[in-house]
């Protein structure tokens, strides 16, 4: 039973990981490199295309900015982009609605001079709807800017829904008086070539721009879920240490009912080793039969969980209408590994004290 429930829970929990992981990831770029004020982007971004490794390049506008709709007015994060670069580092493509309620995605590549794209939970904030328009207020000479709402955008990450706008790249570099874009976004050619690129960017750079992974930009979140999945595992393994308990009382109470049988083997000649490895097996042998049963309960439960809606989740809470689950490999092996060790301990303490009876005690009064 300890087996089975630490498989499903840490299966959740990698799930839970990989949704959220993929959400972060559609909305960010897999590598930025910041652009300091004054440089010159347009060389910078010809060596980054010019580099082994690199698939596309996307560059982007990021400041904060205040939107004001009727009598809301909220903090938010501003992204001025170029939809058709965007879309080929990361998803956006996949998260943006120009038409509310509409299932199909974005159909046009480019947003309009003073359009904007407002978060799901931005836009419900502030009570506008599609076609109405907002005002931008920059934060340099607190101006006010008209914008009229284009689209949703929906990535399933309420930090992000409720805190992003999207405009023009052209469009934002105005409203924030910048002369070019304050960083590039980067996809490699691989997820595994990622920190490997990372590094060379640094390097062909010299140090000057700095160089970001989505993971660094996320380290505090990520370090969290981490912990959080470490800590489950932690908590759920004492369950399976109750169990080998009950298989160290099980191997004593057999050491006591079997006394008279160790005091004849060691009388014709059985070793104290010979002894000890017999209580050892018969330990390890529930321990087996216990891992690949709770194994079999496993991924049997998780079967169901993937296949069958057993429990809902509220999709306006957790924007997932089912538990995600993936169980990893790495996973059960971590599992069955230190069950076969707590097992393994838990038959040392029986098996030593079968193997230090005295044979003549053990027969004196048979």
């Excluded at 924030?176 to 390097?203: H, N, Y």
């Excluded at 193997?355 to 009064?365: C, G, M």
């Amino acid at each position: 039973m300890g087996v089975g429930a630490l498989i499903v829970v840490l299966g959740v929990m990698s799930g839970f990981d990989e949704e959220l992981k993929a959400k972060m990831l559609g909305a960010n770029s897999p590598i930025v490199v910041r652009i300091p004020p004054g440089a010159d982007s347009s060389q910078v971004i010809q060596k980054l295309k010019g580099m082994q490794g690199v698939s596309a390049v996307a560059p982007f506008v990021y400041g904060q900015a205040l939107i004001k709709a009727e009598n809301n007015v909220q903090g938010i994060i501003l992204r001025g982009i170029d939809i058709e670069q965007e879309a080929k580092v990361n998803r956006i493509k996949h998260y943006i609605d120009l038409i509310e309620g509409s299932p199909q995605l974005l159909s046009r590549a480019t947003l309009h001079s003073k359009e904007i794209i407002l978060g799901k939970e931005l836009k419900k904030n502030l009570g506008v709807d599609i076609g109405k328009e907002v005002l931008l207020i920059s934060p340099l000479d607190r101006k006010s800017h008209r914008f009229r709402v284009s689209g949703v955008f929906n990535c399933g990450m309420y930090d992000y829904d409720a805190n992003f706008a999207f405009i023009d790249l052209k469009q934002a570099q105005d409203f924030f008086a910048l002369l070019g874009p304050t960083g590039i976004g980067i996809k490699p050619g691989s997820e595994r070539d990622i920190w490997k690129l990372k590094k060379a960017i640094q390097k062909k750079m010299g140090g000057i721009f700095p160089v970001y992974t989505w993971m660094d930009l996320n380290k505090n979140f990520l370090s969290a879920l981490k912990l959080e999945k470490t800590v489950m595992f932690i908590i759920l393994t004492l369950i399976i240490i109750v169990a080998c308990f009950n298989i160290t009382s099980g191997l004593t109470m057999n050491v006591l009912e079997k006394t008279r049988d160790i005091g004849i083997l060691k009388a014709i000649g059985a070793t104290n080793l010979g002894i000890k490895t017999i209580f050892i097996y018969q330990g390890l042998i529930m321990g087996v039969l216990g891992g690949g049963l709770g194994l079999g309960l496993g991924l049997g439960l998780g079967y169901l969980l993937k296949n069958y809606q057993f429990i809902k989740l509220p999709p306006d809470v957790y924007y997932l209408n089912k538990i995600p689950l993936s169980i990893q490999k790495t996973d059960i092996w971590l599992i069955l590994l230190s069950t076969f060790l707590i097992t393994l301990l838990a038959t040392f303490y029986p098996a030593r004290q079968a193997a230090k009876l005295d044979p003549v005690e053990a027969l004196r009064y048979e």
